[in-house]
């Protein structure tokens, strides 16, 4: 909780510390939420069963990696790092010229495969198909 408070003040209201089941559901759910708050998007956290009855620990291992991600993206950040760096826009502007350019450009995708054929596909033994019937 205090890491998530640490990005995001306030994310996560209260921590209750009693034994109970109930409350402990109620800390993962408050820090799901506090995920959710700083930034984290819904494929990248997981539900309360997924740790707390272990049904999908790998979901669990997802969303630290991510909140660590988006932890780097924060401003001052110079804290350990956990996961790839969050990426960043890219935007280009083109000129109507470099656009009209392009739709007669021919991709290297399209209708051409240099030669390839499916020629010495027999790789291997041949199959073998044995009949009881006689």
């Known amino acids: 909780f205090r890491l998530v408070n640490k990005f995001c003040d306030g994310a996560v209201k209260k921590v209750d510390t009693s034994s109970a089941v109930f409350k402990q559901r109620a800390n993962l759910e408050a820090f799901i939420q506090g995920c959710k708050t700083f930034g984290l998007k819904d494929q990248e956290v997981f539900q309360v069963n997924d740790l707390f009855e272990s049904k999908n620990i790998p979901q669990f291992t997802q969303c630290i990696v991510a909140l660590g991600r988006y932890a780097q993206s924060q401003p001052g950040y110079d804290g350990p790092i956990l996961g790839p760096k969050h990426s960043e826009g890219n935007i280009r502007d083109f000129s109507q010229d470099q656009l009209d350019a392009g739709k007669h450009m021919i991709g290297l ?6 030669g ?3 020629a010495g596909g027999d790789f291997g033994r041949p199959r073998q198909i044995h009949s009881e019937f006689k």
């Not at 995708?109 to 240099?114: A, E, F, R, V, Y």
């Open 109 to 114: 995708q399209m209708g051409s495969n240099k």
């Open 116 to 118: 390839a054929s499916q």
